[in-house]
């Protein structure tokens, strides 16, 4: 198994209102892949941290397989989620990719 955890800083140009629109299309976006993947078993979006938080936005994902993350990444479903409702509003990405 694969875990597969990325961590957003969203773009400081947007108001409350925007941002609470983006973080929801992040989440139901990424978490609307479940069971459309092949290996992905687990998919979890967090939209509200801690104020101690100094990030906007975690996935964290289980794969079946590294095989099956590097399928992932470039998995149509999975690119249009990224390049629509991700990419443009992300000023940071951080990602770990660990063996469980």
């Keep these: ?3 597969h955890v990325i961590l957003w800083t969203l773009k400081n140009e947007y ?12 989440k139901e976006g990424l978490e609307g892949l479940a069971g459309k ?4 078993t687990e998919i979890h979006v ?3 941290g801690l104020p101690s938080s100094n990030v906007d936005v975690m996935l964290d994902s289980t794969f079946e397989s590294a095989e099956a993350l590097k399928n992932y990444a470039t998995h149509p ?5 990224a390049d629509g409702k991700v990419r443009p509003f992300t000023a940071n990405r951080s990602c770990m990719d660990y063996e469980v």
Aim: charged share 25%.
């Design 1 to 3: 198994m694969v875990k």
């Design 15 to 26: 108001t409350e209102e925007q941002l609470a629109e983006i973080k929801a299309g992040i």
């Design 46 to 48: 967090v939209t509200e």
């Design 37 to 40: 993947i092949p290996g992905l």
């Design 77 to 81: 479903e999975h690119v249009a989620v």
